[in-house]
């Protein structure tokens, strides 16, 4: 059973940068695809961007070229880099990860972390 934490979250300005980073327990995240997702209140959780295993990696439009995902094997954990923030990235991020990492429906996924708020201000 993967446990996965969050952390990093917090407040920033437009056109600042944020790091996020998820850690793993249970399980080694060098055998599963790893995901970012994240929620407003009152909407569904959106795919933000996934890593798999095998070193590809897949954007969502609203943040090609702005976010990076970054996976550090020794430390078994993820971060995600969020460059050039707007405000309506304020959310808050999760990270997932799953065996496969074939959807972009959170629902789909087999584990979760418990989610950090970023903030971004005009």
């Known amino acids: 059973q993967i446990r996965l934490v969050e952390s990093g979250g917090g407040l920033v300005q437009a056109g600042g940068s944020l790091r996020v980073s998820c850690i793993a327990s249970?399980?080694?995240?060098?055998?599963?695809?790893m995901g970012w997702f994240r929620q407003v209140p009152g909407k569904e959780h959106e795919i933000v961007g996934i890593f798999w295993p095998y070193n590809q990696t897949w954007y969502s439009d609203p943040v090609k070229g702005r976010f990076t995902i970054l996976r550090d094997f020794a430390k078994n954990k993820v971060d995600l880099q969020m460059d050039s923030l707007k405000t309506e990235d304020t959310a808050v991020y999760y990270c997932?990860?799953?065996?496969?990492?074939?959807?972009?429906?959170?629902?789909?996924?087999?584990?979760w972390g418990q989610g950090t708020q970023v903030t971004v201000s005009s």
């Open positions: 249970g399980g080694s995240l060098s055998r599963h695809a």
């Open positions: 997932a990860a799953d065996a496969v990492g074939a959807s972009r429906q959170w629902g789909d996924w087999g584990f």
